[in-house]
């Protein structure tokens, strides 16, 4: 059994806006502004994914939480995700079967993903329960840590919400602060529900996970500008591909929403589609845009 319910790597890093048709004539499609609210959730939801995949690695099931305990050690599932198969020193108190315990994820200076990402710092998960028992909570805090250079500070709340034999279900709540390397600060609220359609039964292959994620995100600039992300149509992320192949979500700023984003069909690619005021267009995944944040 396991619980692979995290993205990997969302977005990638967030959203460049590229159309066929000619934009230096007339209006854009998107304003500066609207274009950055969506890059900037896209970028926050890269480093947010990256760091949930670490809290459900070390949490899935009592049999690795009572084999992990311990200095940097050299396993199998470890290899698979990080390089030259050296992880984190983790340790758990109380060791055994018992609970609540406190997992603690000791990244040091730094250690480095296959993919080659970079994660330091701690963190640190307060586990109530068996990991698959009902109602089963993580309160999740983090002391130092980084995403390559994005400082990531604040809470989480994950709460196991049942299963059966053919899905895993869990609410997450989080209340964090992401600092980015020009020293924008973005903070981020958000409600979730992600249920682990398929996959679980292989705990350490990955290809076969089937994630479906609903819910809202709200989002404060440290210059007091807001915006939000609500997902109308679940959104669907595979262990196979690094973008989310399917689900649609509204953009709002100040309370009133300007876009769409729809993911497609299921097809693994870069490509998705905005729709504003009954026009349509596609964009692709790429770099990233600070012009607003820097005002």
Not at 144 to 161: K, L, N
Request: net charge negative; hydrophobic share 35%; proline share 3%.
């Amino acid at each position: 059994m396991k619980k692979r319910i995290v993205l990997v790597a969302v977005l990638s890093a967030a959203l460049f806006f590229s159309c066929e048709e000619d934009q230096t004539k007339g209006p854009k499609f998107l304003t500066e502004e609207e274009q950055a609210v969506i890059m900037e959730d896209a970028a926050s939801d890269n480093v947010i994914e990256a760091m949930d995949y670490e809290v459900d690695y070390y949490t899935s099931s009592r049999e690795i939480i009572s084999g992990i305990n311990g200095p940097k050690k050299s396993s199998q599932w470890r290899r698979w995700r990080y390089k030259d198969g050296i992880g984190p020193a983790v340790t758990v108190d109380p060791t055994g079967w018992s609970y609540p315990k406190t997992i603690t994820v000791d990244y040091g200076d730094g250690i480095e993903l296959v993919n080659g990402r970079i994660i330091s710092g701690k963190i640190i998960i307060d586990v109530s329960d068996r990991p698959m028992r009902d109602g089963a909570t993580r309160e999740i805090t983090y002391e130092s840590f980084y995403v390559d250079s994005v400082h990531i500070e604040g809470s989480a709340t994950r709460t196991f919400a049942g299963s059966d034999s053919t899905e895993r279900v869990f609410s997450s709540e989080s209340n964090l602060a992401l600092t980015f390397p020009d020293s924008t600060v973005l903070y981020r609220t958000s409600e979730r529900t992600r249920t682990l359609v398929d996959g679980f039964e292989t705990l350490f292959r990955h290809s076969d996970d089937v994630i479906m994620i609903e819910g809202f995100v709200n989002y404060e600039t440290s210059n007091d500008i807001t915006f939000s992300k609500t997902i109308i149509k679940p959104i669907t992320k595979t262990g196979a591909c690094r973008f989310i192949i399917e689900g649609t979500v509204s953009f709002s700023r100040n309370g009133e929403e300007f876009a769409e984003l729809d993911y497609g069909d299921g097809t693994c690619d870069d490509v998705a589609t905005i729709t504003k005021d009954g026009e349509t267009r596609q964009i692709t995944i790429g770099r990233r845009l600070w012009k607003m944040w820097r005002r």
